[in-house]
């Protein structure tokens, strides 16, 4: 009986299907549902009963469930307790403004939780900037957009698609007063005026290919690459914006002054990756600290805390 297949099944059984699990561990579908045969002939009985809905623990799969979770929680106790009395070191990783108002605190405070000897240097920058600092060895791992990532330029960094963000159309209530519904078609704000960053930001990146996907020619009238004058232009009801929801939450009280609508268009979304230095090159305080971002970018979409955000798969 090994640990995988104690983690596959145990997962399977929380999320009521495989291939949820085999999206939350990882792997693909057919190895989660292998780790479950290979425990079900271990164990010589039935463990899940399988339908077209899904799955659900057999009476023998539940007894077996209880123990195999406690397993498991004590194991993951067990090797923060060994880590955290041995890790030391610093790590240094870059967040863009809009990423690191959603994940930078709960990344430092899972750190700080994990493994208080690691001194932590957080960077928020734009990513163009934190893909020269990745590039010269100034940081060991940063959130990236997909439209930004060089593959001859960065062939030595380690790359890992993690998630997915839908972008919305952001305007103040004094600037356009009428309600907006939850979502929107590019051709409705086809004549609104628009602030946007400028060409070489790297989220105007990513929106100048999708609007070239949707074929969409927006009306932009300022440009602002400072995300705090860009609010204030927001606010004084200079145009509307496109952002993903991350953004909101630099904003104080942002339902008062402000409103949105999902852009609905297929494909509009801002693909994310974790970029970091290779594994030979990660420092042990790196590797740990790439694990804990994945693990809160996880959490936090899982209990719904990033809006707009889901984890990313290849279909």
């Known amino acids: 009986m090994e640990l995988r297949q104690l983690r596959s099944f145990v997962r399977a059984v929380e999320v009521g299907s495989i291939s949820r699990a085999a999206a939350d ?5 057919s190895a989660v549902s292998q780790h479950i045969a290979q425990l079900e002939g271990e164990l010589a009985t039935r463990l899940l009963h399988r339908s077209p809905h899904g799955i659900a623990a057999t009476e023998a799969g539940v007894a077996f469930f209880r123990e195999a979770q406690l397993i498991l929680r004590r194991l993951q106790q067990a090797t923060r307790e060994a880590q955290a009395a041995r890790l030391k070191g610093s790590v240094s990783v870059g967040f863009s403004p809009t990423t690191a108002a959603v994940i930078g605190m709960p990344f430092l405070l899972e750190m700080r939780a994990r493994y208080p000897q690691v ?40 790359l890992e698609s993690i998630l997915d963000e839908d972008l919305f159309y952001i305007v103040s209530r004094q600037s356009r007063p009428e309600p907006l519904s939850k979502t929107i078609l590019l051709t409705e704000i086809a004549e609104y005026p628009l602030i946007l960053p400028s060409g070489p930001h790297g989220f105007r990146t990513t929106l100048n290919l999708l609007f070239e996907q949707a074929q969409f020619n927006p009306t932009i009238t300022v440009e602002i690459d400072s995300l705090n004058l860009l609010v204030d232009a927001l606010l004084l009801g200079l145009g509307g914006t496109i952002q ?22 297929k494909g509009f979304a801002r693909h994310s990756l974790i970029c970091s230095l290779s594994d030979e090159e990660l420092t042990p305080a790196g590797l740990a600290a790439r694990v804990v971002l994945r693990h809160c970018c996880r959490t936090l979409i899982s209990e719904g805390k990033w809006i707009g955000a889901h984890l990313h798969t290849d279909s």
């Not at 561990?25 to 579908?29: A, D, E």
């Not at 934190?130 to 960065?154: G, K, P, V």
């Open 244 to 265: 993903p929801w991350a953004f909101l939450t630099r904003i104080p009280d942002a339902q008062t002054h402000l409103q949105w609508a999902r852009i609905s268009e």
């Open 119 to 158: 001194m932590v240097h957080l960077v928020e920058s734009l990513s163009g900037y934190l893909s020269e600092m990745l590039n010269s060895r100034q940081l060991d791992m940063a959130i990236l957009f997909r439209e930004r990532i060089d593959a001859r330029r960065n062939r030595r960094w380690q």
């Open 25 to 29: 561990l990882g792997l693909v579908q």
